[in-house]
């Protein structure tokens, strides 16, 4: 695209001075060159080469900026991590709280456990209290009887 902005100012001037001589051409065919129409013509071209500087600047510059641009982009583009880094944090991070509810979910298991068998434990006790309560009440029912009828 550079190489045929390149060409478009010779092009331009090339044209300006094919038209240039067809019109000196065409005057001296009929009996000399026109100053005024010369004057405007070198005039015409001036502008058009002028024109075509400030496009060719213009572009220069759009390009410049762009390639600024291109290039901050470029960097932002690096920085971004790729779908395998990604990936692998995801994974790490689910293996780590994976491994976290599976500690909890065991020591939750144990204390589940442990509880059972304190439960256990606890009805033991309270079967054999019971049962002490039982046999303490028996044996002083009959001394209370024997104890009425004195």
Do not use: C, W
Request: negative net charge; without cysteine.
């Amino acid at each position: 695209m550079a190489r045929a902005l390149s060409y478009v100012p010779r092009a331009a001037i090339f044209l300006a001075g094919v038209a240039a001589g067809a019109l000196t051409l065409s005057r001296r065919d009929r009996g000399g060159v026109d100053a005024a129409a010369l004057d405007d013509l070198k005039k015409s071209i001036l502008r058009l080469e002028d024109r075509l500087a400030a496009d060719e600047q213009a572009n220069a510059s759009a390009r410049k900026e762009m390639d600024a641009r291109l290039t901050s982009q470029d960097a932002k583009l690096a920085a971004v991590p790729s779908v395998e880094q990604l990936t692998a944090a995801i994974e790490q991070l689910l293996m780590k709280t994976m491994g976290s509810l599976d500690d909890r979910l065991s020591a939750q298991a144990h204390s589940i456990d442990l509880l059972k068998t304190t439960v256990s434990q606890t009805d033991g006790l309270l079967e054999r209290v019971l049962e002490s309560l039982d046999a303490i009440q028996s044996y002083n029912e009959p001394a209370e009887v024997g104890s009425e009828g004195s």
